[in-house]
Every structure is written in structure tokens, then in C-alpha cells.
């Protein structure tokens, strides 16, 4: 699939889903709407029916106000009687009339004391499984206008009762966010399996043309070899090319062979004093070094020295970052090599003054295959494995990395290992 079809499809998916979950919401919305304002006509309907019981029950006929129950707020109503009540007999009648009604939902009560000029508690009645009404919390009922008594019912836990009725909504919006979840998580494989091939195909591209360039360099100068009457001078010249190109090949299929195999290949820890390995690996750089008038400084402060590590592997990932940074830096390069111990980790830092890295390929740097765009610059070579190399093998060997850079300022990669006294 191309790219700009992938987009297409991606976009076209993207609303789609986007227009589903609009259209679920608006109508689940509305049914909690429909839902809400069923709850509020039956316990108005119910409220309507106590007040009439309670005047009967205190034998006041013709005493219903005109308008007895009103909804102060979405959870709390209120009742006016025109008269004492008394408290056994309003919970026993709210009790019938809400079950009457199928309203399954726990209320509080509190009646309003005209002599007191405050509201007294009644209760918390329990309708729902696992309720303990010793536990409820009690309601403080606001006042409202007026000097007449009234009661006033509290539901608590109204939200819950009304979504309680959605089961089928809500079930069917869980499964629709599953829907949009799955869909997203299947986006995020197929955009990574794309970066992933699009990078192995670089990789191959890559690895092409940097096995070719010294073979087809190789063969040239065999060709010149195989010519009768060659100067020794000549042939010494020719041989020397087919020995570098050789041991370039040799770097190249190492590089590969060493990140292919390096999560397979069984650690040989040891103790290894960190300069030591620092000042070989320096005299294995020292033709390369005045070749090209590479100034290298050393900075080796750490006390103790020591850590625990596989010595093949450390050199290695010392090689990458040296190496990495000659290739990374203007002519002549200058780069930085230093330790130091704080708080028994120590710390080994490869800085150079290069080309450095932006800030947007950060957090991609140790990525398999990834290789930082260097613009106009093409004398850079490599497979984008040796960052990813140096992360894998130093967080093996209990080691951390971390790296700071800069554009046109330098990069400095520094290795963490805990140090041993």
C-alpha cells in the first residue's frame, strides 16, 4: 500500500469512527435526558400522592397547596403540607409510593420545623443491594422560601441510579470506544510495520552500496594487479588499497554481525579497569588519528576505575561512539574523552565538537536502523546500528546511556556504570 493511499484510508477511517462516537454520544445523551426526566415525573407523581396521604392522615381535607412538590435541584425535592407531620408515618408512605413506581433509588428525608425554623433529619432508606444506611453520609437539606412546613427528599445517588437504566447504552458505548481503541492500536502496528520496512529497506539500500563501493574498488585494483610488468612500487601501492578496502569490508560485516548477535550472545562480565580499555582502543585509533589530524584529549578523572563489564563488548561500544564522532565532526575533528565517579556511578563521556544532532531525532538516535540526515554532508557511511549497538549492549551489562547535542555545537554520549571499589 502507498503512502498517500495509507493516509487516504487513515484520514477517511479516522472520521468515520470520529462520526460514530459523535452519533453514540448524542444519543446516549439523549436517553439519559429521557431517562432523567421519567425519574423525575414518577417522584413527582409519588411526592404528589404522599403530600395528599399525609393530609389525610392528619385529617386535614382540602389542605393540598396548588402546587405541593417542587425540584429545587436534579437530586432534591421538596413537599409543602401546611401542617406537622410525623416522621414514622412520611417514611412509610414515601416507602410505598416509590416502590408503587419501581424507584429502586436510596433517599434522604429531612422535615422543615416551623418553631425551630430549621430542617430536622429524617433518614436514609435503603432500596439498592449492599446498602448500609448506618454508613450513609447525612445530607444537609438547604432551606427554601416560605414559612410553611415541608418536607424535603434527597437522592444521593440519583447519577448512578439513572445510568443504571442505560445498561444497553452503556454497554454498547464500552464497546464502541473497544471499537475505536482496537482500530487505533492497529493503526499505531501497521505505521510502525511501514517505518519498520521503510527502514529495512534503507538498510538493504544502504548496505548495498557500501559492499559494492570497496569490491568494485577491489576489483579495479586486482584488475591492475593481474597486468604483467607492474612496478613493485605499483604493487605495493595496489596491494595496500585491497588490504583497506578489506578490512573496511571487514568493519561493515562486523558492525552487522556484532547487533545481529548481540542479544543472543552470552555476556563474559569481568572487571575492567575503564582507562585501560580507553588507552587501547586510542592505539588501535592512532593511524587514523594523525591520518587525519584528529585531536583527541583525555580527561580520566574517575577513582576507582573499575567496573564490571564484558571487555569485547565496552570496547566495542567505546569504538561506536569514537568512531561516530570522527565521522559526526569537522575537519580536524576534536573530541573529548573523560571519567569521573559521583555517587559510585562512573561516567564515561565521548564529546565532540561536530555537526551535533537537532532536537527532533533525539529520541530516535538509539533506534535499529535510524541514521541522523546530514544534509549536504555524503561522506558519512554506516547502517544506522551502532547508536542502537551501544544502547542494547550497555543496558546489558547493567549500564545506562544518555546523550545531549546541539546543531553545529557537538554531541556529547556519555556511558553510566555503577563502579566497583
Request: one cysteine or more; proline letters at 4%; a positive charge.
Amino acid at each position: 500500500m502507498s503512502s498517500r493511499t495509507l493516509r487516504i484510508f487513515t484520514v477517511l477511517s479516522v472520521l468515520l469512527l470520529l462520526g460514530l462516537a459523535l452519533v453514540q454520544f448524542y444519543w446516549f445523551r439523549q436517553a439519559y435526558q429521557l431517562e432523567d426526566r421519567d425519574f423525575d415525573q414518577r417522584v413527582t407523581s409519588a411526592l404528589r400522592v404522599v403530600c395528599q396521604r399525609m393530609i389525610d392522615y392528619n385529617n386535614r381535607p382540602n389542605a393540598l397547596p396548588l402546587k405541593p412538590v417542587e425540584r429545587v435541584s436534579a437530586n432534591y425535592y421538596t413537599v409543602q403540607i401546611n401542617d406537622q407531620m410525623d416522621p414514622s408515618a412520611l417514611e412509610v408512605f414515601l416507602k410505598q409510593e416509590f416502590s408503587r413506581r419501581d424507584l429502586k433509588a436510596n433517599f434522604e428525608y429531612g422535615i422543615y420545623d416551623c418553631e425551630q425554623h430549621q430542617i430536622q433529619y429524617g433518614g436514609f432508606v435503603c432500596h439498592t443491594a449492599n446498602c448500609d444506611d448506618q454508613k450513609a453520609v447525612k445530607t444537609a437539606f438547604p432551606k427554601v422560601s416560605g414559612p410553611n412546613y415541608y418536607f424535603g427528599v434527597y437522592f444521593p445517588e440519583k447519577r448512578n441510579y439513572v445510568f443504571g437504566q442505560l445498561k444497553l447504552w452503556t454497554i454498547s458505548s464500552v464497546g464502541i470506544l473497544l471499537v475505536i481503541l482496537f482500530f487505533s492500536y492497529a493503526l499505531y502496528v501497521i505505521f510502525r510495520q511501514k517505518r519498520l520496512s521503510e527502514l529495512q529497506t534503507d538498510f538493504v539500500n544502504n548496505l548495498t552500496h557500501e559492499f559494492k563501493t570497496p569490491l568494485s574498488t577491489i576489483l579495479i585494483s586486482t584488475d591492475v594487479l593481474s597486468k604483467p610488468h607492474q612496478s613493485a612500487e605499483r604493487l605495493a601501492n595496489y596491494a595496500g588499497i585491497i588490504r583497506k578496502e578489506a578490512l573496511r569490508l571487514k568493519q561493515q560485516v562486523d558492525t552487522v554481525l556484532q547487533t545481529a548477535q548481540n542479544r543472543h550472545q552470552k555476556l563474559h562480565l569481568e572487571t575492567l579497569d575503564v582507562h585501560e580499555v580507553i588507552e587501547d582502543l586510542l592505539e588501535r585509533f592512532q593511524p587514523r588519528i594523525q591520518e587525519e589530524n584528529i585531536q583527541v584529549t583525555l580527561e580520566l578523572k574517575a577513582e576507582p576505575s573499575l567496573i564490571q563489564a564484558d571487555a569485547m563488548h565496552l570496547t566495542n561500544t567505546l569504538y561506536n561512539l569514537l568512531d561516530n564522532a570522527i565521522k559526526y565532526s569537522n575537519n580536524p575533528a576534536v573530541i573529548r574523552i573523560s571519567t569521573q565517579v559521583i555517587n559510585q556511578r562512573l561516567m564515561i563521556d565521548v564529546q565532540d565538537q561536530g555537526i551535533g544532532i537537532a532536537p527532533k531525532h533525539h529520541s530516535h538516535v538509539f533506534h535499529k536502523f535510524f541514521r541522523v540526515p546530514t544534509g549536504n554532508i555524503h561522506n558519512v557511511k554506516g547502517f544506522g546500528l551502532g547508536l542502537y549497538y551501544v544502547k542494547t549492549m550497555t543496558e546489558a551489562m547493567g549500564g545506562q546511556v544518555d546523550m545531549s547535542s546541539q546543531e553545529d555545537k557537538g554531541s556529547r554520549f556519555r556511558l553510566v556504570y555503577p563502579a566497583l571499589r
